[in-house]
């Protein structure tokens, strides 16, 4: 017998299953990416006002780890239903709108995660194989950033939508 609160629509569990794998990856790259990028800054500091000698490429990597760092952030905000609302409109509406426009919200990022997938595919294809400023890294490294942070925003609406019930998301921040 099924509880009220499961959703009868197929693939629930495999949506919850997938959605909970990716958040927890996306939470270990980011605090990792946190902890590399502060390392590397602090870093910076150090070799370039106590050694005098500052290497060319921390701030590159550095630079590539914050924009990474974004894109994964960004979806694990969608995949936990945390990012920033706005309620004065749907707190004097009632529940039920609330509920549409929850709905809507994710809706918007779904349709436009895919829509700039394409767009951060051609960056990847056409400009990728060039070489940063400092040769170091293909610009492909930051690059595939946005692909990904895309994608990944995209599933995670595509599951909100589906599975997750994201008006009962437990962490939203209201301003």
Known sequence: MRSDN????????AGRLVADVLERIEELASGVLIVGIFGLVFGQVIFRYVLDSPPFWIEEIARTGMVWLTFIAAAMVTSKVLHLVMTMITDRLGQRASIVFTY???LTILVTSVALVPAAWHLVSTLGGVSSSTGLLPRSALFLAPLIGFGLMALHSFINILWKKP?????????
């Open 167 to 175: 008006h009962e998301a437990p962490g939203e921040v209201a301003l």
């Open 104 to 106: 809507f919200g994710e």
């Open 6 to 13: 499961s959703r009868t629509l197929p693939g629930h569990r």
